[in-house]
């Protein structure tokens, strides 16, 4: 396939992806309002009841294959991500080889166990998911140019927002990105924070190498990527000033989302602040229906069970304080009450581990 | 690391006949095949009247009398061949209607 069409074809689908999360999405909530109001009231409805109005309807069917299957044309078939880079596999793997293999930047772990929850699913559709094939963070890296194309359509980027919002007028002098992908969330942290340490570690190697490529080029020299499991890391305690996380808690079952909380616990400062963006805050039953759909077609097992989750309480069990769940506008023009196009419940997940708290 | 081959597991369905849900695929499929050509054609023109080799504002224009009655045979035979298939007729002379060998027994 060539350049110009492989571009042709994404940008259609993207074209079909911006039809589907504005006019098809519009279409569905307003077909279950008007169902609701001459039913039940709409506030106090159910998931089930909303998939009991819902499911059977022509629309939401249509609304539903196009949310799968635009994303699997996304990532598989003959313009997908996946044929397109492995058609130029050489030229990627090329890439790669000028990164800085070992040392300053990069520390990888072949020997990594890696969990079979995290192995068991190709997790957003990505055959292969974004560990097992070399170039999979660099498909994964471009895939997320996409994934929701109304995404910072209005102002700065959802990672530089997130960044404000963890430092809010702090300037900590240790920092841990767990879970950093291919290192875009890390970008922030390091780019600002010049004169402070960060460490970032994720489970997947072609991914940290890619972020590590990136930070190469962008000529930092106070970040380290790490290949490592967030849950279970070799930091000293108490390490840092600052544990960040985004869009990594819903790729963990539950259990896990207690190790990783204890981890991030046992590694911040007395003091230190854990900072988390995820999909969270769902104000309605349609919404949490909408929600649970989209994990189920997107590959996402463990999206549904975080958002049933009493966070809060978990959180302060673990012995976080000041604990702040708030919802994240991941764009300047988003209205959180209005509900006008499909959005990923963008949510602030933030607590403190107490001041003079040892272990 | 990689990851061991397994078998393909069956795809979601959203319909309420999987057919379709199938047939979308393929529709899909020729959609962004049609877009990917409509873009290449685009292209195409482009360079083309770069060169000098055709002239773009000739091409938009209003075919006239002679063009269209020109290619109406053709649009027509067109139109018969996407819409032919929705009567359900027969091409070649067979048995007709739906089959199935589930109750066929020998001697019945």
């Known amino acids: 396939m060539n350049d110009r069409s492989f571009v042709a074809a994404q940008d259609f689908l993207l074209s079909a992806k911006t039809f589907w999360t504005t006019t098809l999405y519009g279409a569905v909530r307003d077909s279950y309002a008007d169902k609701a109001s001459s039913s039940q ?65 990069l520390e990888l772990n072949e020997n990594l166990d890696l969990p079979a929850y995290y192995t068991g699913v190709d997790i957003h559709q990505h055959p292969g998911g974004v560990w097992s094939d070399a170039l999979a963070g660099i498909v994964y890296e471009r895939g997320a140019r996409t994934t929701t194309p109304l995404l910072g359509a209005a102002g700065k980027d959802v990672h530089e927002r997130f ?12 920092v841990l990105d767990m879970g950093c992908g291919f290192g875009k969330s890390t970008q922030p942290f390091y780019r600002r924070l010049p004169d402070s340490r960060i460490e970032a570690v994720d489970l997947a190697a072609p991914c940290i190498k890619l972020a590590a490529g990136m930070a190469q080029k962008a000529q930092a020299k106070n970040v380290r990527f790490r290949q490592m499991n967030a849950s ?101 023009d988003i209205d959180l009450e209005a509900n006008e196009s499909w959005r990923f419940p963008w949510t602030v997940i933030a607590a403190t581990k107490p001041d003079g708290c040892t272990s | 690391m990689t990851r061991e081959s397994k078998p393909p597991r069956a795809e979601q369905q959203f319909f309420d006949d999987p057919a379709i849900d199938r047939i979308m695929g393929a529709f899909m499929s020729l959609a962004t095949e049609h877009y990917v050509l409509l873009d290449r054609f685009r292209a195409l023109e482009r360079e083309l009247a770069k060169s ?20 109406l045979a053709d649009r027509n035979a067109f139109v018969e061949a996407l819409m032919r298939p929705l009567l359900g007729e027969q091409d070649a002379l067979g048995a007709p209607g739906k089959f199935s060998l589930k109750t066929t027994k020998s001697g019945a």
């Open chain 1, 41 to 105: 009231d709409e506030a106090s409805a159910s998931v089930e009841a909303v998939a009991e109005a819902l499911e059977d309807t022509t629309l939401y069917q249509f609304y539903a294959w196009l949310e799968r299957h635009l994303q699997r044309m996304k990532y598989a078939g003959r313009y997908g991500l996946v044929s397109y880079h492995d058609e130029r596999r050489a030229a990627f793997l090329d890439s790669l080889d000028q990164i800085e293999s070992e040392g300053r930047l």
């Open chain 2, 52 to 71: 000098g080799a055709i002239n773009s504002a000739a091409l938009d224009q209003e075919p006239d009398e002679s063009e269209r009655a020109e290619s």
């Open chain 1, 232 to 332: 279970n890391t070799d930091y000293a305690s108490g390490s840092f000033d600052l544990v960040t996380s985004t869009m990594v808690l819903h790729e963990l079952p539950p259990k896990t989302i207690g190790e990783f909380l204890d981890e991030a616990f046992r590694v911040l400062s007395p003091g230190g602040r854990m900072v988390n963006l995820d999909f969270y805050s769902l104000p309605d039953a349609f919404r949490r229906f909408i929600h649970h759909g989209h994990a189920r077609r997107n590959n996402e097992p463990y999206m549904g069970p975080l958002a049933e989750m009493d966070l809060s309480a978990l959180l302060k069990s673990k012995g976080f304080v000041d604990v702040e769940i708030v919802p994240f506008k991941e764009s300047d």
């Open chain 1, 163 to 174: 960044t404000d919002v963890a430092l809010g007028d702090g300037a900590p002098k240790t």
